[in-house]
C-alpha cells in the first residue's frame, strides 16, 4: 500500500484514478557508453 495526500490506497485504487502507474513516478536503468564511465550504470 501506498500513503498519497495522508490517504492509505492499493495499487487497484490508485490505477483507478491514474492512466498508467509510471505517470506517478518510475526508474529506468541505463549504462554509460563514453570515456570513463564507458560500462557504468545508471538509475534514473
Given at each position: 500500500m501506498a500513503v498519497i495526500l495522508g490517504k492509505q490506497m492499493t495499487r487497484?485504487?490508485?490505477?483507478?484514478?491514474?492512466g498508467d502507474i509510471?505517470?506517478?513516478g518510475?526508474?529506468?536503468?541505463?549504462?554509460l557508453l563514453d570515456g570513463l564511465e564507458r560500462g557504468v550504470r545508471i538509475a534514473e
Amino acid at each position: 500500500m501506498a500513503v498519497i495526500l495522508g490517504k492509505q490506497m492499493t495499487r487497484e485504487e490508485i490505477l483507478r484514478r491514474v492512466g498508467d502507474i509510471s505517470q506517478l513516478g518510475g526508474v529506468r536503468v541505463a549504462e554509460l557508453l563514453d570515456g570513463l564511465e564507458r560500462g557504468v550504470r545508471i538509475a534514473e
